[in-house]
């Protein structure tokens, strides 16, 4: 059984940081994209940041120059180092991983999220 789980949020004040933490674990064949998503109330999931396997990065525009997206592939982790955070940052934040699992078909498996507070 495949599961993703996310740590590492919570409150911090304008212009602060916090990093984030998404990790892997079960029968797993291989790891593809790993990406995180996050979601304010009332609004759609968005898209993050990702990081492929080959390791390279995209990032959304309104976060971008801020947020810095990374791999440990030997631990199976991810991680989203968040600076310089803005109240708008304010919402759940999840993580979303392409797997091979072992015996089964790869898809996308995703954390229950960790939310991050950017308040004074």
């Known amino acids: 059984q495949v599961q993703v789980s996310e740590s590492g949020g919570g409150l911090v004040q304008p212009g602060g940081s916090l990093r984030l933490s998404c990790e892997v674990s079960?029968?797993?064949?291989?790891?593809?994209?790993m990406d995180w998503y996050r979601q304010a109330p009332g609004n759609e999931r968005e898209f993050v940041a990702g990081i492929t396997v080959q390791g390279r990065m995209r990032y959304a525009e309104s976060i971008e120059g801020r947020y810095t997206i990374s791999r440990d592939d030997a631990n199976k982790t991810s991680y989203l180092q968040m600076n310089a955070l803005k109240p708008e940052d304010t919402a759940v934040y999840f993580c979303?991983?392409?797997?091979?699992?072992?015996?089964?078909?790869?898809?996308?498996?995703w954390g229950q999220g960790t939310q991050v507070t950017v308040s004074s």
């Open positions: 979303s991983v392409h797997i091979a699992p072992w015996g089964g078909d790869q898809r996308y498996f």
């Open positions: 079960g029968s797993i064949f291989r790891i593809y994209d």
